[in-house]
Structure formats: C-alpha cells, structure tokens
C-alpha cells in the first residue's frame, strides 16, 4: 500500500515523469532503436521540466503582482490556487486521492480503449487534483472508504476522456490538425470561449495578423510585446500601491526597477514554455503512434494547455488579460450577490485565460479572444464560489479550486449526492 501511494503521489503526479513513460511505452511499441527510445525518453522529460521551469518563473512574477493588488486595496476573500487546496486535503484525504488517482488513470486507458473517445490524459498534477476534488466532494456524502475509491476512480477515468473530446473539435481549428489534445481541467473555459467566439467574432480577422506600422515594429515580436505589456501592468500598479507596500516583495530593489524586471522576467517565463513545449511535441506526437497501433487505436495525447500557446502567442496575453478584467468584474458582482468573495488568482487567470484567448482567436479572431477571455474568467470566479459549499470542511479555507472543470464536475457530484442524500 505504501509502494502503491508512493507510486501515484511521488511518481505519476509527476508531469514529466508520465509523459516519458508514455513516450519510452510508445517507441517500444514501435521496436525504436535503443538510441531513439533513450534520446526521446529523455528529451521528452527534459521538455516538460523547461514546461514546468517556464511556469515558475511565471507564477513567481504573477504571486508578487497578485500580493501587491491585495496589500494595496486590503482586499479580502478566497484565493483560488489548485496546488495550495490539494495540500490541504492532502492531510485528511492523502490515501484516498491516491487510490482515485492511480485507479482512475486505468479507468482511462480502459474508456479510451473501449469508447469512441480515444484519448490519454499525460497532464499528472491535474489529475492529482481532480482526484482530490473527488475524495473530497464523495467523502462529504457519507461514503465510505472502499465506494469513494471505486466511484471516483470511474469518474475520474471518464472525465479524462471526455473533457479532451468536448474540446477537440476546437483543437482541431488550433492546431490545424489531430495529433494532439487538450489535457487541462480548464475544459469548460477553453469549449465555451471557442462557442463565444464563433457567435460574436470573425476568425479571419486573427490576433496574429494585427497591422503594426514600421516605426513600431519591434511590437511584431511576440515576446517584445509580451514585455512591454507586463511593465506597464506592473508600473501602474506599483505606482498605485507605492513603495511602502512593494517593499514587501522588491527588498532592498528600487519599485520603479521592480515593476520593469517583474515585466521581463514574465516574458522570459513565456519564451521558456514555448520552447518545452516545441520540444515535448517533437517526441510525443510520432511516440504516440506505438500506442495508437498497439495499446489503445486511435490514440491521442491529451497534454497540458501551454501546448497551445505556440500557435497564437498573441492570443495569449489578450486571453490572460481579458479573463483577470473578467474575475474584477465578477468579484464585484460577487459581493452583491452576497455569495463567497473570489479574489482574482493571476496564475490560474493567465493560464486559462491564455488557453481561453487562443481558443476564441481560432473560432472568432481578436473579438473571440477577448470576449472568450473575458468568459473565461467570470467562469473561474462564480464556479468556485458555488463550489465552496459542496467541499466540506474544505469549503472553510482561504483557498479553493481555480479551474472551470473543477468547479462544475464538483458541484454536479455534490448535487447528485444531495438527490440520494
């Protein structure tokens, strides 16, 4: 049982990890040399470490902006953030989510190899904590230990599937192709931004091709934008908040020279995922035809949402920023409803936000980014206020789930559990 939890939390949590299993299992199955099954193992894990390096490097600019926001304005609430909720559950639930979690990736493989809904879901630390959404949510209902296990285990295995087949018919449109999909639990906010998109705007008129004159053509270059947005965003609000307050999190660091490495600093994050992620989908996608042929026909990856960012990188920042325009909003909303105060999370905001703006840019160009975004990030800020009541005692804390997925699949479980309640 030890081996068995050290397994599913130390191991296949492990993004890296389970794709460079997934891609060593698929060049087997193609009887690669050992050179090819060595190197592409490899690099496949080497590509989501600078996945993952790229992320933290990000989160840490985005944790030090979303402090400031909070300091100045004394604003207080809930703070969406997967990883800080997971850890808290983790002290009562740690045995269960890793059962649901270990059986569930073989409900997967089981749905994915006897469905219509061929897909494998690589991204480890989501399914970790779906997992944990699921203890929690059925542990509240009065289960016990053995019927949270099987229920959620099954739960957790069809979501797997049919999140990426809800979103693949937008996938295709991204990508221009079928080899890959989407493996995020931010489903919801990626299918809805691509509906808002094809209704309201006009995918010919792309984020990609926005008309830049030559004296500001330095703005063509994505990453060059990227930086100059962020030091803006992050010179106006430490203005706002003043240097007393940015002390906080710039030490001994003048603020105004803050604000401007805070900026580049986020745009190297980004140039970094974009590299893991060319770098991932170079070994993964020609490693997963061993699998297709020999395990489960058909198959497709279903990978973590930075897989998309390469192809609207524009997308990207108007889907980030438009989605954190939406959470204010909503949070004002929120307080007048007299429900739970979400506060806006910049991580899970840029990360489904981004994913939400490149979905909609695919089905209704710069509007759709936009407006998908926007969508996106009023879904992130009302489902998890009325997730909060269905999480038990973790409905309690300063922090909930962040994502659109985790939100509806726990509030449909817990209506369901109060039906036979």
């Known amino acids: 049982m030890a081996f068995f939890e050290f397994l599913m939390t130390e191991i296949l949590s492990i993004p890296s990890i389970l794709v460079g299993l997934m891609v060593l299992i698929g060049l087997l199955a193609l009887k690669s040399n050992i050179s090819k099954i060595f190197s592409g193992t490899l690099k496949s894990i080497i590509g989501f470490i600078i996945l993952g390096a790229g992320a933290n490097v990000l989160i840490g600019s985005l944790d030090s902006l979303g402090g400031i926001i909070m300091d100045a304005f004394n604003i207080q609430g809930v703070v969406p953030n997967n990883e800080a909720i997971v850890a808290l559950a983790q002290q009562t639930l740690g045995q269960e989510t890793a059962l649901i979690m270990g059986f569930g990736f073989i409900a997967n493989i089981l749905f994915a190899r006897f469905t219509p809904m ?10 970790f904590y779906m997992a944990a959404l699921l203890s929690a949510v059925l542990g509240t209902s009065g289960l016990n230990g053995f019927m949270v296990v099987l229920i959620g285990s099954l739960i957790l295995g069809f979501v797997m599937v049919l999140m990426p087949a809800i979103a693949q018919p937008f996938m295709r449109q991204v990508t221009g192709g079928d080899d890959i999909a989407m493996g995020h639990f931010g489903t919801i906010g990626y299918v809805s931004a691509g509906y808002v998109g094809k209704w309201f705007g ?11 004159s030559d004296s500001w053509s330095f703005l063509r270059d994505s990453l060059v934008a990227t930086a100059l947005t962020m030091i803006v965003i992050f010179g106006f609000l430490v203005l706002v908040a003043g240097p007393e307050v940015v002390a906080t999190y710039a030490g001994d660091q003048n603020y105004v020279m803050f604000a401007i490495m805070q900026g580049i600093t986020f745009a190297a994050g980004v140039s970094i995922i974009l ?13 997963f035809r061993g699998i297709a042929e020999k395990l489960v026909p058909g198959a497709k990856p279903a990978l973590d949402v930075p897989v998309v960012f390469p192809f609207a990188p524009t997308a990207v920042l108007i889907g980030f920023i438009a989605s954190f325009v939406g959470g204010l909003i909503s949070m004002a909303l929120l307080g007048i409803f007299s429900l739970a105060l979400i506060i806006p999370g910049l991580v899970p905001h840029f990360f489904t936000g981004a994913g939400a703006g490149v979905f909609g840019n695919a089905t209704g160009g710069r509007k ?5 975004g926007f969508v996106n990030g009023v879904l992130i ?15 309690f804390q300063s922090t909930t789930f962040g994502d659109s997925d ?13 039906l036979f309640n």
């Open 118 to 127: 061929k897909y494998i879901f690589l991204t480890g630390h989501h399914t």
């Open 202 to 212: 006009n995918k010919e008129k792309s984020t990609e091709d926005i008309k830049i």
């Open 275 to 287: 590299a893991g992620v060319r770098m991932i989908l170079n070994e993964i996608v020609p490693a």
């Open 368 to 372: 759709g980014a936009a407006i998908g």
């Open 381 to 395: 800020s009302f489902l998890p206020a009325f997730l909060l009541p269905v999480l038990g005692n973790l409905g």
């Open 406 to 418: 985790f939100g509806v699949i726990g509030i449909i479980i817990g209506l369901i559990v109060d």
